[in-house]
């Protein structure tokens, strides 16, 4: 009989593959999450969450935003908390001069859709639209300056 690898090898090959080595993931963590895919959720849910954006979001923002290529392929909606998006930009973002960041009202319409993957990071089954965005931002920064410092300035925003 063929033995099947642990569930924590599998999914810690998964993060190396996507970026992330997030170690240790326990088998205790791994059946909490399984049985309960909020688990990792924030207590007290936040009031928003961010989309980041390479290039200006259309305008006005339509009724169903448009997913990234990146989405379309996932299956959802890869967002951020506010506390996230300086982090998630210096990793995915860092040889971007400019970047856009739509604030997004965390509606409980969302709670159900959302799912808070390792590290709490928010990803939405589904799509948000004109009605749920609150602002958008354009972030730029310096040589040399990292996202972190470029945002420093606009912690407010990023609640």
């Not at 992330?20 to 009031?47: D, R």
């Not at 989405?71 to 856009?100: C, M, N, R, Y």
């Amino acid at each position: 009989m063929q033995q099947l690898p642990r569930p924590q090898t599998i999914i810690t090959a998964v993060l190396r593959h996507r970026g992330f080595i997030i170690l240790p993931l326990t088998p205790t963590t791994l059946l909490s999450f399984a049985s309960n895919p909020t688990a990792m959720a924030p207590e007290p849910l936040p009031e928003f969450v961010y989309k980041i954006v390479p290039s200006a979001p259309p305008t006005p923002i339509p009724s169903q935003y448009p997913p990234s290529e990146l989405d379309q392929k996932d299956g959802f909606v890869h967002l951020s908390t506010g506390t996230q998006i300086p982090l998630t930009a210096d990793l995915f973002f860092k040889e971007a001069t400019a970047l856009w960041v739509i604030k997004i009202r965390f509606a409980p319409k969302f709670h159900s859709a959302t799912t808070w993957e390792v590290e709490g990071c928010p990803h939405l089954y589904g799509n948000f639209g004109a009605e749920d965005v609150d602002s958008v931002k354009e972030f730029a920064r310096a040589g040399g300056e990292t996202w972190k410092e470029s945002m420093k300035k606009e912690a407010a925003w990023l609640v």
